[in-house]
T-cell receptor, first 114, second 109 residues
């Protein structure tokens, strides 16, 4: 079974530029999560989708971050414009559904904003 | 105050030692997850538990719902166990995860 795929793995941009990350969850998984993990900290949930609907985006900085999952499968997370403090690893995870199911994490995208 | 607190933040052990990592949480939960993150790597789920104890190889996870406390034990530790271990509490409605800041474990040969 293929795992959660993310791309790119690494990205370096200058502040005020835009960047997009892509995630393809495990086939059949309805729930998709985007997390931001700053060095030395635990992951912080940015947004959670159930199929193509948003379940929780309370911690998403909506003035600069956006995410979509139009067909309920893969998802993109965008930052526009980027700030220095956005430097982090962006993790995508998926689970079969809402409920007592395991989350499976992708390898992450390490973003450096200079 | 964080909803999930882990201790210690850093832990160095000699190969073969018995290791315990603690996790306390303040929210009502439906499940407690233990995750492992290797340097530069993604996150792997080790355990999901809502009561009692689970064992997988040299790893044991326990939870005490009344005390809102969980522990991860590693028996006969090995250098390949070196990683960051993260405790995550899943809220009652299954929607929200609360993550600890992680315990960085270094096992020396």
């Amino acid at each position: 079974e293929a795992g959660v795929a993310q791309s790119p793995r690494y990205k370096i941009i200058e502040k005020r530029q835009s960047v997009a990350f892509w995630c393809n969850p495990i086939s059949g998984h309805a729930t998709l999560y985007w997390y931001q993990q700053i060095l030395g900290q635990g992951p912080k949930l940015l947004i959670q989708f159930q199929n193509n609907g948003v379940v929780d985006d309370s911690q998403l900085p909506k003035d600069r971050f956006s995410a979509e999952r139009l067909k309920g499968v893969d998802s993109t997370l965008k930052i526009q414009p980027a700030k220095l403090e956005d430097s982090a690893v962006y993790l995508c995870a998926s689970s079969f559904a809402l409920g007592p199911y395991e989350q499976y994490f992708g390898p992450g995208t390490r973003l450096t904003v200079t | 105050k964080n909803e999930v607190e882990q201790s210690p933040q850093n832990l160095t052990a000699q190969e073969g030692e018995f290791i315990t990592i603690n996790c306390s949480y303040s929210v009502g939960i439906s499940a407690l997850h233990w995750l492992q993150q290797h340097p530069g790597g993604g996150i792997v789920s080790l355990f999901m538990l809502s009561s009692g104890k689970k064992k997988h190889g040299r790893l044991i996870a326990t939870i005490n719902i009344q005390e809102k406390h969980s522990s991860l034990h590693i028996t006969a530790s090995h250098p390949r166990d070196s990683a960051v271990y993260i405790c995550a509490a899943r809220g009652y409605n299954f929607n929200k995860f609360y993550f600890g800041s992680g315990t960085k474990l270094n096992v020396k040969p």
